[in-house]
């Protein structure tokens, strides 16, 4: 969208994500879209003092333009660090604690905002706008699909135990649930769901009042899940905004790392399977120790960030491997010698991915990343699910690993050129989306200029 010309700062917005790597980044990819297109616009994105510190200790401030600014408030919630250890009170302290401060912030502001862009998990935004008759902008991060899904909960059958196993493997959600669209989730998935019975009375309470957003902002683009964002958008009775593939990539491929560079530059192309489980996802030391041996076993060379785990990894691992503790992922994704990703399918990676057209072996853990895998392996088809490779104590053992590597990695196969035909193709759809022209190019500009002309305005049922 060509800048909007105006006063400098004449129009304000106030930006509240997620405490979570995984939701801050997209949020300020869509941040950075704004005053991007809007030349009059400056954001404001509120986190808390812990995060404020692990952004600056990144440099994210640096990098972000003068029309950003964050604003802090007090650390209410756990800690980022060790949160895993109780992550469903983690999410009862975000959406229980922090409403109280931030609408302390929002009050303190020298100019009222235009709108608020929440992300979806923050259930208590809805009512601090309500009440100060601010717009709300609901932010999704994770797939259209798990949106839908979450939406009509009341549609789920119970899961009793009247199924045995296998019933439960082979009959998916669809043929059970007169909701369409939901191939990715199967009645397996739905008893994983049901035992996080917090998270999941908390997802209840926050789809009960989605509706009442003024609109909805979605991470993902239409080409990849149209089914799910069309029904969506007949379903909620606010506009759906498919803006995707909302990743902080800017086309820039050079890897500072020297060390990092190098060793990829070294490497044949497409012959590195990149390994990553994500900023947060705890690996059981038994699991981390049969992906290690399995890697090693396949032969195949591999690029793995293990965070505080890098070091041992290098002395397990050997020379056919190199293992650090972080990395510029999108860059790394796009290097020439990366022909494969093993990940735990967080959504961020999962577009990472699209966007970088490497196919993906998904070893998903929790939550959203069940329909993930789900999505890339039975749907795309642009990779392999380990999930159904886990034994009777859950975990997946090095051969199967060491197999399922092998198959991904030979492009000599039918089916490794097939899944790498689909992730080209996926590659080029998720860039063109954001071109001049393209789906969610026409979606951004439809977004704000109904949010600078008024057509979001907060109403008495917010």
Known sequence: ??????????????????????????????????????????????????????????????????????????????????????????????????????????DRLERRPLAVVADTYLPWALTACARRGIPVCSLWTQPATFFLALYNLDLWPPVDGRHSDEELRIRSLEEHVPVPCLSSVRLSDLKIFRAWERPMKIAAELFGNVRKAQCVLFTSFLELEPCAINAIAESLPCPVYPIGPSIPFNGDNWVQDEEQRKWLDAQPANSVLYVSFGSFVAMPPSQFEEIAMGLRDSGVRFFWVARDRAADLRQKC?????????????????????????????????????????????????????VNARMVAEEWKVGIDLREQRGEDGTVGRAAISAAVRKLMDFDSGVGQEMRTRAAQLRHVSRSTVQEGGSSHRSFNGFLQDLVEGKLEATETC
Not at 9 to 27: E, F, K, Q, T
Not at 29 to 57: F, I, P
Not at 88 to 104: D, H, K, L, N, S
Request: proline letters at 6%; one cysteine or more; hydrophobic letters at 45%.
């Open 1 to 106: 969208m060509a800048s909007m010309a105006a006063a400098a700062g004449a129009r304000h917005v106030v930006a509240l994500p997620y405490p979570g790597r995984g939701h801050i980044n997209p949020m300020l990819v869509v941040c950075r879209q704004l005053v991007a297109a809007d030349r009059a616009l400056t954001v404001t994105v509120v986190v808390t003092e812990e995060w404020h510190g692990l952004l600056a200790s990144a440099g994210v401030p640096s990098t972000l333009p003068n029309s950003i600014r964050l604003a802090t408030i007090p650390n209410v919630i756990p800690s980022e660090h060790g949160r895993g250890a109780d992550h469903a009170g983690f999410i009862e302290a975000v959406c229980y604690r922090m409403g109280e401060t931030v609408e302390q912030l929002l």
């Open 318 to 370: 050997g020379g056919n491997g190199l293992a650090v503790a972080w990395c510029e992922q999108q860059k790394v994704l796009c290097h020439p010698s990366v022909g494969g990703f093993l990940s735990h399918c967080g959504w961020n990676s999962v577009l990472e991915a699209v966007c970088a057209g490497v196919p993906l072996l998904a070893f998903p853990v929790s939550w959203d990343q069940l």
